[in-house]
T-cell receptor
Framework: DTGVSQNPRHKITKRGQNVTFRCDPI?????LYWYRQTLGQGPEFLTY????????KSRLLSDRFSAERPKGSFSTLEIQRTEQGDSAMYLC????????????????FGPGTRLTVL | GDSVTQMEGPVTLSEEAFLTINCTYT??????LFWYVQYPGEGLQLLLK?????DKGSNKGFEATYRKETTSFHLEKGSVQVSDSAVYFC???????????FGQGTELSVKP
């Protein structure tokens, strides 16, 4: 295992279609994060999981977005009824959290999935 | 709410020049601060971090000091190389592993 992987790397879709992205974290990591990055901006937090539990979801996240991590391993991010404004790079990251407050748990990022909505 | 602001790019320097990329933050608590780097065609990588006031993070010749009084975390390097050309992101988070809040990024281009 060499890092976080994401599939597909690129996705082109037509407005109104549904799309699903997959993220495979580093195998021993218990936390998994999704971010969105548009051109010229920094990544924006969407949601994160600890094991299979979704711990936080951005208030900016539309109801058209849903994420799952059913067995605490890989995760999927689905966007329903895509809009042109959804075009962005979708980043996944993972980390190991021991729960000890004195340790920092580095987030390791995948290469991203670039979504283009026509 | 919490936010991070970086100096606008692109920053263009000659090899061996001194680099400063400014970063300031607004926070309701006491966050940890980070610099991430994104090389062309690659994913984000952690460059350095500081978890409390007056801490200095350092890595690969880069340094940044957590200044609570000025709410800043400026990135510096004494002598840049062409291989340092990348986009640099300043970020903060709480609770040693929660969500990261990023600045908008600063593109650095180093010419030979």
């Amino acid at each position: 295992d060499t890092g976080v992987s994401q599939n597909p790397r690129h996705k082109i879709t037509k407005r109104g279609q549904n799309v699903t992205f997959r993220c495979d974290p580093i195998s021993e990591h218990n936390r998994l994060y999704w971010y969105r990055q548009t051109l010229g901006q920094g990544p924006e937090f969407l949601t994160y999981f600890q094991n299979e539990a979704q711990l936080e979801k951005s208030r900016l996240l539309s109801d058209r977005f849903s994420a799952e991590r059913p067995k605490g391993s890989f995760s999927t991010l689905e966007i329903q009824r895509t809009e042109q404004g959804d075009s962005a790079m979708y980043l996944c990251a993972s980390s190991w959290t021991s729960g000890r407050p004195s340790t920092y748990n580095e987030q390791f990022f995948g290469p991203g999935t670039r979504l283009t909505v026509l | 709410g919490d936010s991070v602001t970086q100096m606008e790019g692109p920053v263009t320097l000659s090899e061996e020049a001194f680099l400063t990329i400014n970063c300031t933050y607004t926070a309701t608590g006491y966050p940890s601060l980070f610099w991430y780097v994104q090389y062309p065609g690659e994913g984000l990588q952690l460059l350095l971090k500081a978890t409390k006031a007056d801490d200095k993070g350092s890595n690969k010749g880069f340094e940044a000091t957590y200044r609570k009084e000025t709410t800043s975390f400026h990135l510096e390097k004494g002598s840049v190389q062409v291989s340092d050309s990348a986009v640099y992101f300043c970020a903060l988070n709480y609770n040693q592993g929660g969500k990261l809040i990023f600045g908008q990024g600063t593109e650095l281009s180093v010419k030979p």
